[in-house]
């Protein structure tokens, strides 16, 4: 054997199969959105992205960003409460510039981490209402029950920054209800045809699921892909949006 072959084939034996450029690294936990979410571990954890580098979590990355942006920010209003839904109890909180979490799962572990988040990222204790508070769980009430294709109510981005938050704007500006998208496609409408992983990241750190709809992207091979409040509630929400067949039991 040539030194040329065995180095070829010593290269094919150390490469690992790892997933396609749309297979990105969403993480299916239990009360994962946005500000609640824990960090990813083992093989649901995202490509390593070196501070600097888009995605990155260094002094530049998206937790940079978005730390610098509510360090910046005065003090706000808030209110907060739990809404009973058909995928379980979800925490909505909102300020007066508009609706500002949405939390799967939300039991009295989620609800206590959340709300200690939301006191250090608002500056202060939250006030019994606030009018968006309203608005957001009457409309999501109404979108479980189906009569609501679209989301009206005013939405505060103050939780998410930089690529994530560009986004995810463009998911919810442009992926209407009973639409999909793909991961690559979601990056190609932001200008960055190579993040596809990154796009998928950016769906695990959404601090707005349902009213941000990015259980509306799926892989590209036709299957699902994965979902921060997991893949029964991902299917859930396709089906009543009649992408999926509903359930016959």
């Known amino acids: 054997m040539t030194n040329t072959e065995r180095d070829q084939r010593g290269g094919r034996a150390g490469q690992q199969k790892g997933p396609g450029p749309e297979e ?7 009360g994962r959105s946005g500000l609640g979410a824990r960090e990813p571990s083992g ?8 501070p600097g580098e888009r995605g990155g979590r260094g002094e530049h990355g998206e937790h ?3 730390g610098e942006a509510l360090r910046a920010r005065e003090p706000r209003d808030w209110a907060w409460r739990v809404l009973d839904t058909p995928i379980g109890p979800l925490l909505l909180a909102a300020t007066r510039e508009g609706l500002a979490l949405v939390a799967f799962h939300s039991d009295e572990r989620v609800v206590r981490q959340s709300l200690n988040r939301l006191r250090l990222a608002f500056g202060r204790e939250p006030l019994p209402e606030i009018p968006h508070l309203t ?6 009430a109404r979108y479980f ?4 294709r679209a989301f009206t109510v005013p939405l505060d981005w103050s939780l998410s920054a ?3 938050e560009r986004v995810l704007r463009e998911l919810a500006a442009h992926v209407p209800y009973g639409a999909v998208v793909g991961y690559q496609d979601l990056a190609d409408r932001v200008g960055e045809p190579g993040a596809a992983r990154a796009v998928g990241a950016a769906m695990g750190s959404n601090p707005l699921p349902v009213v ?3 259980h509306r992207v799926v892989a590209s091979d036709g299957g699902i892909g994965g979902f921060g409040g997991g893949l029964d509630t ?3 929400l396709l089906a009543l949006e009649g992408v999926l067949p509903q359930p016959l039991f």
């Open 64 to 66: 940079g960003e978005l």
């Open 212 to 214: 941000v709809p990015c």
């Open 234 to 236: 991902k299917r859930h």
């Open 24 to 30: 990105p690294p969403e993480q299916n936990a239990p």
């Open 135 to 140: 608005t957001a769980a009457d409309e999501l």
């Open 43 to 50: 093989q649901d954890a995202p490509e390593r992205v070196e």
């Open 145 to 148: 029950d189906g009569g609501l």
């Open 162 to 164: 930089g690529f994530n």
